[in-house]
């Protein structure tokens, strides 16, 4: 008799498809799958405080290794809790399999308290749903739903949610089950000859917006080499998932919404590869919600590095890519301003480093001071819900052991996941966050000024965060802390943190940045400078 239960089957299932990482938080109808965590030794189960904090986590690790963990949740309210960061994961492409509990069959009937439609929830964030009604089919699910993480068009990563009803996992006569290896697309020669035509006659007017997997290395490369060839202008989506930067590899810029109609001035063609074609984040009186100029015809060129690189060959043949050299900021001295702490970053930046960035309008500086650092990997908020931070450090942190993670993040959004320090102290995981403390929601307030029908007092006070103290919060949780006011000492601590192992947060105190409008560009970088009194910038090489 087969005396395998469903949770087995799956979880075996999971193994055998290279699933390495299951971030969890279950409850009662999670407990056979539990159970099997903790036998199977070569499944890496990490508890995390919170479901957005577990989604997160999985939305790092898959960002880093290309494959996806699992997550285990507790019903439609815990994955109600991890929706967030299921969106960001969604926005990035981040292969992700959900697996949620569900009451037992034979008791939905009885609308017991936790009881709500989780298929409708989970499909608003998930490309694939399913849900479990027998246990000799549980493996076979299980096969399917990690097919179809990886399996969505244009080769990016999607996520998929199993409901696994409580009967169904510890119910026996369970099977694991092999999963079909996913092929990626070829590229489409059609619109590799279009836009290989398209350059040939409009490449001046020409702007090539990057983003997926052709913001890593291979991708750059061939971005470059076509830009010298044909002098079309290359632009980085404005939200990357995971970018590959730094010296030896090629600079690309990043476009940016204030910025965007100078950035994409006198483009004719857009060419998306990889990208969305541009909008603005909300709607307003004064600016289209298409960042697209007027009359631009927009060419979608797929989403693989490989149809990018057959258009370089085809434009560029034996040119090679510009790459970028190993420079540093000089290292900055006095008061500390949010400009100033990111020339520390790029100053001690080490190699091989992974930089989660949810630093909101403190890292402004962020992408000019890093720009020449050695060969780094930078992901970012992809979807807009903030809590992103902490959690996709914690989840490259569990990718890549052996790396050094930077969590570089705003204080309003630390603390919708702050329960992911607790998880790094609890695994050892090596990652130093400094928390940028301006004591506001400083972008609401920017937004406020700029599209509030009217501002006042009493309006700002709502965006006002006083009283955090991040160094007594951190240190509650497990994890070493300190708090920094200067240049000097931000340096000293993050040369600290970076040479040690193990968690470790800094709290920068900075003031807000003064004002929406003036949101730094190539121009505008000096003037906001003397804006929030940035005297003390270092000027030599960093060190």
């Known amino acids: 008799m087969n005396e395998t239960t469903g949770a087995r089957a799956v979880l075996d299932t999971l193994r055998h498809r290279g699933v390495e990482a299951c971030f969890t938080n279950p409850g009662t109808s999670e407990m056979h799958f539990v159970s099997e965590l903790g036998v199977q030794l070569d499944m890496r189960a990490v508890l995390c405080l919170f479901e957005g904090g577990a989604t997160g986590a999985a939305d790092g690790y898959g960002r880093m290794v290309d494959r996806p963990a699992c997550t285990l949740l507790h019903l439609g309210p815990g994955l109600g809790n991890g929706v967030a960061n299921l969106h960001n994961a969604r926005r990035a492409g981040t292969p992700i399999l959900n697996i949620v509990g569900d009451h037992a069959t034979h008791h939905k009937v009885f609308d017991a308290p936790l009881e709500s439609d989780i298929d409708a929830l989970a499909s608003t964030v998930s490309r694939w749903v399913r849900r479990t009604t027998s246990v000799g089919e549980a493996g076979r699910d299980a096969a399917d739903a990690v097919a179809a993480t990886g399996s969505v068009r244009n080769g990016t990563g999607s996520v998929a949610t199993l409901i696994l009803p409580a009967d169904m996992g510890w119910g026996v006569g369970g099977r694991a089950a092999a999963v079909s290896p996913v092929s990626m697309p070829e590229p489409d020669r059609g619109r590799v000859e279009e836009v290989a035509l ?23 490369e061939a971005a470059s080499r076509l830009a010298t060839a044909t002098g079309a202008r290359i632009l980085a989506e404005s939200s990357p998932a995971r970018q590959e930067r730094g010296a030896g590899i090629p600079e690309v810029e990043r476009l940016v919404e204030v910025t965007a109609a100078e950035q994409l001035a006198g483009t004719r063609v857009l060419v998306l590869a990889g990208a969305r074609a541009p909008v603005s984040f909300f709607a307003s009186p004064r600016q289209p919600s298409s960042l697209v100029p007027l009359g631009t015809a927009v060419v979608e060129l797929g989403a693989t590095v490989a149809a990018l690189q057959e258009v370089a060959d085809v434009l560029a043949p034996g040119v090679n890519p510009v790459l970028v050299g190993l420079t540093r900021p000089g290292m900055p001295s006095g008061e500390l301003t949010a400009r100033k702490a990111a020339a520390v970053v790029g100053a ?5 480093a992974i930089v989660s960035d949810e630093a909101v309008t403190s890292g402004w500086w962020l992408a000019q001071e890093t720009a020449h650092c050695p060969p780094h990997d930078w992901l970012t908020l992809t979807g807009g819900a903030i809590g992103q931070g902490m959690p996709v450090a914690l ?36 990652v130093t966050t400094v928390i940028f403390n301006n004591s506001s929601y400083a972008i609401l307030k920017m937004e406020l000024e700029r599209r509030g029908p009217s501002v006042n007092e009493r309006s700002k006070k709502l965006l006002e965060l006083p009283g955090l103290d991040f160094v007594s919060l951190a240190r509650g949780m497990g994890v070493p802390a300190e708090k920094v006011a200067t240049a000097e000492d ?25 004002s929406f409008r003036n949101r730094p560009t190539a121009s505008s970088l000096d003037e906001i400078a003397t804006d929030v009194g940035d005297e003390g910038l270092g000027t030599g090489p960093g060190v």
């Open 198 to 220: 398209l350059l040939r006659r409009h490449a001046p007017h020409v702007t090539v917006l990057l983003g997926g997997d052709l913001l890593k290395r291979r991708g750059r």
């Open 348 to 352: 001690l930046l080490p190699e091989g």
């Open 395 to 430: 989840g490259a942190a569990v990718a890549c052991p052996d790396r050094p993670v930077l969590n570089l993040q705003a204080d309003g959004s630390a603390m919708y996941t702050l329960q992911a320090l607790w998880t790094q102290a609890r695994e050892g995981l090596n």
């Open 490 to 514: 931000l340096a000293q601590q993050l040369r600290r943190s970076l040479a040690e192992p193990g968690p470790s947060l800094i709290e920068a105190i900075v003031p807000a940045v003064a």
